[in-house]
């Protein structure tokens, strides 16, 4: 799963985000989402969400 389809990505989940500042060099965070920021149901570039520790990013990897 590559996160780029809302229903597969519910709070709770553990993903690995790309932040903005990383997006050139593709560096991952891992977190578990607090919610969605993105509201269309599916997004090329990774649906984008926030993690508990406040860091938002869009989804490359569902763990």
Same mark, same amino acid.
Request: glycine share 12%.
């Given at each position: 799963?590559?996160? +780029?389809?809302r229903?597969?990505?519910?709070?709770? +989940?553990?993903v690995?985000? $790309? &932040?903005?500042?990383?997006? #050139? +060099?593709?560096? /991952? +965070?891992?977190? *578990?989402? #607090?919610? /969605?920021l993105t509201?269309?149901?599916v997004?090329?570039?990774? *649906?984008? $969400?926030? /993690?508990?520790?406040?860091?938002?990013?869009?989804?490359? &990897? *569902? /763990?």
């Amino acid at each position: 799963m590559d996160g +780029t389809v809302r229903s597969e990505i519910k709070p709770g +989940t553990k993903v690995a985000v $790309v &932040q903005k500042h990383h997006q #050139k +060099t593709g560096e /991952l +965070t891992e977190g *578990i989402v #607090k919610n /969605l920021l993105t509201g269309a149901p599916v997004h090329h570039r990774g *649906i984008k $969400v926030r /993690l508990t520790d406040g860091t938002i990013g869009r989804v490359k &990897q *569902i /763990l």
